[in-house]
């Protein structure tokens, strides 16, 4: 989240309205689909990151896995 989300998405600057800076804050879009739909790039979702190269698929299934393991704080 550090290296490719949080730049755009933090207090300071909530593209979006999208707050990934805690984990609270990404719990959130996590638990909600939007994460993982945005860096998917499914339909209905903004994809992400905006203006770049798609995230990895290994990338992606780091984020499916860590959202299908509920979220974990870690």
Not at 14 to 34: C, F, M, P, Q, R
């Amino acid at each position: 989240m550090d290296a490719k989300c949080s730049g755009c998405h933090n207090p300071a600057n909530l593209g979006g309205n999208i707050d990934v800076s805690t984990y609270n804050a990404i719990k959130v879009v996590a638990l909600n689909g939007k994460l993982y739909g945005s860096v998917a790039h499914q339909t209905g979702y903004s994809p992400m990151p905006k203006n770049a190269a798609k995230l990895s698929d290994c990338e992606i299934r780091q984020i499916q896995k860590w959202i299908h393991a509920g979220v974990l704080n870690n």
